[in-house]
């Protein structure tokens, strides 16, 4: 029930989880190992014009992501793996491997949660709110980002991590961070109001590749629940 549970939560949010877990504590440190020379730079706007230059340019993005759920203790609750694929404006693909297959589509105006073990599709409108779909940060409008966000940064050797701080109360999440690796987005971070941390590596990163039109696209398979979320 638990990885159920999360799963409807996390879907709504475009960061799936679906495996359950439980091997012991791990690393708080969001992102990778803490480095004691990092260097913190706080909230200014030279950071959101520093992460808005690295945004501006991405018209797509194309991943394979390994995503994990930490408790507020550190300890692990659900690892899943798959691809991502966001063009710009508003188009998504979050696909996580079998065998705890989901798939999330959206067009720009529609969001599809397809569910195939549950024979289920949840429909429901698009929102363009980073807080609420995480993986619009990528496509998103980078002029929102300092009206929404307090954006500091953290600097160790090639990796620079971009920390995001909600100015609203009714934002889903606590904290978002970004890192990348030079030029390509490298993990992100989120932090919710129970404490748990989602974590989410990205390897074989394309920015700005063509990807298919067909994949933001859906059409709810036969025979299958279809459940409108307004």
Do not use: C
């Not at 029930?1 to 996390?10: G, W």
């Not at 501006?56 to 659900?78: H, K, W």
């Not at 970004?178 to 992100?188: K, Q, R």
């Not at 990163?205 to 279809?226: I, K």
């Amino acid at each position: 029930m638990l990885s159920r549970t999360r799963l409807v939560l996390l879907l709504s949010t475009l960061t799936i989880a679906a495996h359950a877990g439980g091997d012991g504590p791990v690393d708080a440190y969001p992102l990778t190992a803490a480095d004691p020379t990092a260097q913190l730079e706080q909230s200014n706007p030279a950071s959101v014009a520093e992460l808005g230059s690295r945004l501006a340019p991405m018209e797509s993005l194309a991943a394979r992501f390994n995503q994990t759920v930490t408790s507020a203790d550190g300890y692990i609750l659900q690892e899943v793996t798959g691809t991502l694929a966001v063009a710009r404006p508003g188009k998504v693909r979050w696909h996580s491997d079998a065998p705890y297959e989901q798939l999330v589509v959206s067009d720009a105006t529609t969001l599809w949660l397809y569910d195939p073990d549950l024979e289920q599709v949840t429909v429901r409108p698009f929102s363009s709110d980073i807080s609420r779909t995480p993986a619009v940060l990528f496509i998103g409008e980078v002029q929102d980002l300092e009206r929404d966000y307090r954006v500091s940064v953290e600097r160790s050797g090639n990796r620079v991590q971009y920390l995001l701080e909600p100015r609203g109360d009714d934002a889903l999440y606590e904290r978002i961070a970004i890192e990348f690796d030079g030029e390509l987005p490298a993990a992100m971070a989120l932090w919710d109001s129970l404490g748990q941390t989602t974590r989410i590596g990205f390897s074989e990163v394309r920015v700005n590749a063509e990807l298919d039109p067909q994949g933001f696209t859906f059409t709810p398979p036969a025979g299958v629940d279809v459940l409108v979320d307004e």
